[in-house]
């Protein structure tokens, strides 16, 4: 068989580069498995024969009582996770060593100029060529350029931060050159409104319940016609965008769990057609991929992921051609780059960096020509984006009120002070703007409660504590009566404690809207204290809260994102995900803090949790099936404990008592959720409890108690979202 030059090439890039040096039989491994695959000779990639051939073993080697090649394959591992999150991230060529055999995968991560996609898993290698240079004005960088580093999570993350506070009523605000209103007919399950060229028509998503599978549909405002669907099928689809011409509407439709596929629907004549399929492990629903239509017709941007280590990207698709063009490059360590929308005159997109986000732009020329303009800068959130005033403004959805409720914010694509444009309060979000210059915004109204059901019988579920505001994130304490969780019902999200016997829970912090508290905490085995993660100005930190001194202490100060703390079984340290050296991996520290937190590994970066006899690290991985993994803390090795279809239904939440691990599995829709006991020592699989009415993932959360027989829930008391409608002052 001929080797390719390209892949010979990549490989020597990768075997020179840092991760690398220095490391002399991981080079040669990884050369030996490459240069045989390359002449199809994959048969002797085994065990056996890479230990005498690469390592001088002797021909009677033994791989059970010598285990060097697993070893360094997982050394191998490492180094190209490392690699290809910071110098190979645009790399055209990506070599793996999957796990559970030595066999090296080769893929082309840019696939160029395809119009069929039949064989899509495998794009083409060739790199798209840049745009065409197009004149077009300057954007004034008055501020610095500052990398940004933000959350991870496939998984992730980091959309758990949204608080929706319920607000009613019709307000005003100068902002409008007409009275705010709700279209009555449009509410309930509803997001993604998209105007019309001719400012008529809304299209937007719509499902049958809190949680269920969104579709895609189209209403003329000015009737009273019922809004129509737009395709059939079961798929989860989302954003749609009017092409300029008003004849065709592109939408997103997931495939599954790390994949999407960008789709033009013809009005006319209800002629479906695929423009791609992309890669993505982004698991936050709230978190729809980018999706817009430019102005001259000729391109889509969307969002895309081809590494799961890797943060997301805006890249452009030729509607022509199918071509795919890299369009932003953002930071290693960051969740990366989400929605978009482009400028009037088509030489412009701003976009979410991060996982809460900061408001950029960049031109279409991509970042590779002229880094993008970041336009804030605290990380307070973005959550929709339009532009206005024929493009010398972006109207964007973000948290800067003096509660967590999201409002509607405008700034100058130059950059400046953000003003409100939404009434104080108002939760408002995904703005979006006709050419007549009528505003749409999406109002979401979200009130949960903590539930709690035995595990044991047939007992119904009952509301622990009720709720007018939102909880989330509960967690039993060691004695299986306290239940530390997340609320807004002092305004802000703050640490909450509530002990059985009690009348009401207990506030325990009071941030007082400085920031945002990050996912679930964590008890100490003691039950004396509790660790959270705290988002302020752009950094999240540790905190530990004393539950009998009330003393509340800040453990680590970093300008990046330290999030997921969990207790270790014995009490000593607190594991923690962290991108602080760059690269989003697992860091240890000492519950008091009196060291300096310490890198792990790579696997496990969110979702994950110490076993209690210290042995394990449990943690889930998503691509295209789910699966729970766990990391041997005494010698490093890693194994598979169990695998299944569907989503995870609660991130960054895994529960362990009693020996067994459960964790919550989401097949049909978001809003509902199995419950699964694992054994991890058998694998045996033992469905306990079936979760309904779930408000979403970045809401959610579960805990069971430490004897095993009860079980914690957040549940929808509320929700419905409004769409309304107002004339934007001129």
Known sequence: MVRDAEIDAQLHRILDSSPFAGSPRSTQFLQFCVERAQCGETKHLKETTIAVEVFNRAADYDPKSDPIVRVHARRVREKLEIYYRTIGTNDPI???????GYVPLILRTLPSRKTDF???????????????????????????????????????????????????????????????????????????????????????????RPGGTPHVYVKDVNSGEVAARLT?????????????????????????????????FELANATLRPLGRFLTYWLNSADHPALDWSQDGRFLVTAEQTIPSNPMRL????????????????????????????????????????GLGDLCVVSIRGEQT?????????????????????????????????????????????????????????????????????????????????????????????????????????????????????????????????????QAPRQLTNFQGSGVLVLAPSWSPDGRSIVFSFRQQGATNLYRYDTVGGILKQLTSTRNRDICPVYSGDGKYIYFSSNDDGASRVWRIRADGSN??????????????????????????????????????????????????????????????????YFAVSHDSAADADVLAIDPDTRSVKLVAHLDNLPSVEYSGFSISPQGDKLLSVQTKRSENVFYSAVLAR
Do not use: C
Not at 94 to 100: A, E, N, T
Not at 317 to 332: D, M, N, Q, W
Not at 618 to 624: C, L, N, R, T, W
């Open 370 to 502: 002229t880094p993008a303009t970041r336009l804030t800068f605290d990380m307070k959130g973005v959550r929709g984006i339009a532009w206005v005033d024929h493009g010398r403004s972006i109207v964007f959805g973000s948290r800067r009120g003096r509660t967590d409720a999201f409002g509607l914010w405008k700034i100058p694509m130059e950059g400046g002070t953000p003003e409100p444009v939404s009434p104080q309060d108002f939760d408002a979000i995904d703005p979006g703007v006709s050419s007549t210059g009528n505003l749409v915004l999406n109002h979401r109204q979200l009130v949960t409660e903590v539930t709690e059901q035995s595990l044991e019988g047939k007992a119904e579920k009952q509301t622990l504590f009720p709720s007018e505001k939102i909880d989330e994130y509960p967690v039993y304490g060691p004695d299986g009566n306290s239940v530390a969780f997340i609320s807004t019902r002092s305004g802000p999200t703050e640490l909450w404690l509530y002990r059985q016997g009690e």
């Open 315 to 354: 890249v452009l698709i030729s509607v022509g051609t199918g071509e795919r063009i890299p369009l932003t490059s953002p930071p290693v360590g960051s969740s990366g780059d989400v929605e978009a929308k482009f400028s009037p005159d088509g030489q412009w997109v701003a976009f979410r960096r991060g």
């Open 94 to 100: 990506k070599i793996d060593l999957p796990k559970g």
């Open 596 to 661: 300096r937190a310490e890198p792990l590994f790579l696997e496990a970066v969110g979702g994950f949790l110490p076993s209690q006899d210290g042995k394990w690290l449990y943690f889930i991985q998503a691509g295209q099936a789910l699966s729970l993994s766990r990391r041997n803390l005494l010698d490093g090795t890693t194994e598979e404990v169990f695998h299944a279809s569907g989503t995870p239904a609660i991130l960054n939440d895994l529960a362990i008592a009693n020996g067994l691990v």
């Open 232 to 264: 059939a099928g079961d798929a989860a689809e989302m954003h749609p965008v009017w092409s300029p011409d008003g004849r065709e509407i592109a939408f997103a439709r997931r495939v599954d769990l790390s994949h999407f596929e960008v789709l033009r």
């Open 118 to 208: 039949a064989d899509w898993e495998e794009p083409s290698v060739s790199i798209a060529q840049a745009l065409v240079a197009v004149p077009g004005k300057h954007i004034r960088r008055d501020v610095p350029w500052v990398s940004i580093i933000a959350g991870v999570l496939a998984i992730a993350l980091l959309g758990v931060v949204l608080v929706w506070v319920l607000r009613s009523g019709r307000p005003e605000h100068s902002a409008f050159a007409s009275e705010l209103r709700p279209l009555d007919s449009l509410s309930g399950n509803i997001s993604d409104p998209a105007w019309s060229p001719d400012g008529r028509r809304l299209a937007f998503t719509s499902s049958d």
